[in-house]
């Protein structure tokens, strides 16, 4: 059973940056890989990136694209979310997951199905 952590989240203004960090409890942590989503309030849970158990493959969503960094240190069971260039449309819930699956592609990494593991999340809100 892996338990994820968020942390890193708050107010901040357009056009700033914030980077959210997720702390598993699993010392493997390279046995998963990583994603992470959102959801603002009254929608659905969407996928914004997801990285590869080595921390080589990296997908994105496209509104998040060029914006966003996904990086993960299998040393310190930490997976992170650098945001860059934030909206106000980037508002809502974020979410780490994890998955102990296996996929021919990291296209099928944007499913919340994918993933078995979640963490509580952690609120980002950005002002404009």
């Known amino acids: 059973q892996v338990q994820l952590v968020e942390s890193g989240g708050g107010p901040v203004q357009a056009g700033g940056s914030l980077r959210l960090s997720c702390a598993a409890s699993?010392?493997?942590?390279?046995?998963?890989?990583m994603g992470w989503f959102r959801q603002a309030p009254g929608k659905e849970r969407d996928f914004v990136a997801s990285?590869?158990?080595?921390?080589?493959?990296?997908e994105f969503a496209d509104s998040v694209k060029g914006r966003f960094t996904i990086f993960r240190d299998n040393a310190k069971n930490t997976v992170y979310l650098q945001m860059n260039s934030l909206r106000p449309e980037d508002t809502a819930v974020y979410y780490c997951s994890a998955s102990s699956l296996y996929y021919s592609s990291l296209y099928y990494t944007r499913s919340t199905a994918s993933y078995n593991y979640w963490g509580q999340g952690t609120q980002v809100t950005v002002s404009s």
């Open positions: 990285i590869s158990r080595s921390g080589g493959g990296t």
């Open positions: 699993e010392r493997t942590l390279s046995w998963y890989f």
